[in-house]
């Protein structure tokens, strides 16, 4: 048996003895003067079944007291952590790390296969420089486009918190703020994250985490190319006021070859249109979702053709078909006008429309006081038909009408040449 303390001087041999354990930043937590607690063969690894150097630290403030779990061979196997068995790189689950690189590794179950595995890649890890992956991992591909949007680079010390306090579940944790425990309900034990197991977790099998980050990847939105093939344009939104085009050619010549950019910078936006098709659609393969320059997160979506622009545009949405949100303050659309009568005559005069104005003529009676008959120039003179009528005389103007200060009867000898006529 490899745990043996017996005659076994191979076994004991290969009992790892190490000074500082291999953590992500989340387990390790926000504290830069840490203090930790170390166990020289304290346990066995919960994987290969070998003693190694337990370290115990607590993470922060309110936090539980965390230690290693697996040996550091076993985690320089599978490059995660000792605690979490999280991968070191993107964060997320081996399960789902290896679905997204496409890495298929049958590690042994058995103790003997096991064994004899382990010590086949600790000679290989003794060999490599350290810098780079060993097994499966060294030989992978690229990763894909649904591991990259599931990646967690930032930490994540919620993960760090105390776990439920069993006693104040039932009523009878006596301890009150002084708990070390948190004192909150519990989740649905029908809930699959609730029973999760650190040997499925390493192994990459029926994992839940690892199963529910997964249906979230499908249901993520994509970026499909349109059907029209002359489409070889992108269309790049929320670039900012200092973004140039040369800092965008900079970054979309490696997928092809690029004939026009044209920055709108109104609006804050930019159409790249390549070459040739297949460069559109490896730009937008490989920068959709995940295009950041100069620290900006930028949209990128396809363009669209030049027969369906101008025909489609309606109001509230752009060029790309996205809704515009409305602008606070502004009125709202102004009603359409009234529909014009066009055979209704302009009536300027506002004349009774039953009698003509060429034909009719405008008598005013005699002003009060007056016996004789009116000189002439002061009767009620016959409208031309073909011009306007002339105005009525001053004396014959009702009172109070007066359009200048100079027609005042009142002013300028008025009174007088109407005493005079009398």
Same mark, same amino acid.
């Given at each position: 048996m490899a745990t043996s303390l017996g005659s076994n001087t191979y076994n004991r041999q290969n009992w790892e003895d190490s000074d500082f354990p291999i953590l992500c930043q989340t387990c390790l937590g926000e504290n830069p003067y840490i203090r930790m607690t170390k166990e020289k063969y304290g346990k066995e690894c919960k994987i290969c079944a070998r003693p190694f150097t337990v370290f115990r630290w607590c993470p922060g403030v309110r936090m539980r007291f965390k230690k290693t779990e697996v040996c550091q061979t076993c985690s320089? !196997?599978? #490059?995660?952590?000792?605690?979490?068995?999280?991968?070191?790189?993107? $964060?997320?689950?081996?399960?789902?790390?290896?679905?997204? !690189?496409?890495?298929?590794?049958? !590690?042994?179950?058995?103790?003997? @296969?096991?064994?004899?595995?382990?010590?086949?890649?600790?000679?290989?890890? /003794? #060999?490599?420089? $350290?810098?780079?992956?060993?097994? !499966?991992? $060294?030989?992978? /591909? @690229?990763?894909?486009?649904?591991?990259? +949007?599931?990646?967690?680079? %930032?930490?994540?010390y919620k993960r760090n918190r105390p776990h439920i306090c069993s006693?104040?579940? +039932?009523?009878?944790? +006596?301890? $009150?703020?002084?708990?070390?425990?948190?004192?909150?309900?519990?989740?649905?034990?029908?809930?699959?994250?609730?029973? /999760?197991?650190?040997? *499925?977790?390493?192994?990459?099998?029926?994992?839940?985490?690892?199963? +529910?980050?997964?249906?979230?990847?499908? =249901?993520?939105?994509?970026? *499909?190319?349109?059907?029209?093939? =002359?489409?070889?344009?992108?269309?790049?939104?929320g670039l900012g006021e200092s973004l140039t085009d040369s800092e965008l050619r900079n970054h979309f010549y490696q997928y092809g070859e690029i004939r026009t950019i044209t920055l709108v910078q109104r609006q804050q936006c930019a159409f790249i249109q390549f070459a040739t098709r297949q460069g559109a659609e490896l730009a937008a393969e490989k920068t959709f979702n995940k295009l950041i320059i100069n620290g900006r997160r930028l949209a990128v979506k396809w363009g669209r053709s030049q027969a369906a622009k101008g025909t489609d545009v309606k109001d509230g949405f752009d060029e790309m078909g996205t809704g515009l949100e409305p602008v606070p303050g502004l009125?709202? %659309?102004?009603?359409?006008?009234?529909?014009?009568?066009?055979?209704?005559?302009? @009536?300027?005069? #506002?004349?009774?429309?039953?009698s003509s104005p060429a034909l009719m003529n405008i008598s005013l009676p005699p002003p009060p006081g007056l016996s004789n008959p009116l000189p002439p120039g002061f009767g009620a003179p016959m409208f031309h038909p073909m011009g306007p009528p002339p105005p009525p005389p001053m004396a014959l103007r009702p009172p109070g009408h007066i359009h200048y200060p100079s027609q005042d009867p009142q002013r300028m000898g008025a009174h007088a040449a109407i005493r005079h006529s009398d």
């Open positions: 320089k !196997m599978k #490059n995660v952590c000792q605690t979490c068995l999280l991968d070191l790189e993107y $964060g997320l689950p081996i399960q789902v790390r290896d679905t997204g !690189m496409s890495i298929k590794d049958d !590690m042994p179950r058995s103790d003997v @296969n096991k064994e004899y595995y382990t010590q086949n890649m600790e000679r290989e890890i /003794q #060999n490599s420089d $350290g810098t780079r992956l060993v097994g !499966m991992l $060294g030989k992978a /591909q @690229n990763p894909s486009d649904m591991l990259l +949007k599931l990646a967690r680079p %930032t930490p994540y006693f104040w579940v +039932k009523g009878e944790c +006596k301890r $009150g703020e002084e708990c070390p425990y948190r004192h909150e309900k519990p989740t649905d034990p029908d809930d699959p994250l609730a029973d /999760q197991n650190i040997k *499925d977790r390493y192994y990459g099998i029926n994992d839940p985490v690892a199963d +529910k980050l997964l249906k979230r990847s499908s =249901s993520m939105p994509r970026l *499909d190319p349109p059907e029209d093939k =002359s489409i070889t344009t992108l269309y790049i939104g009125p709202t %659309t102004l009603p359409p006008p009234p529909a014009l009568e066009e055979e209704a005559p302009a @009536n300027y005069f #506002n004349l009774d429309p039953s």
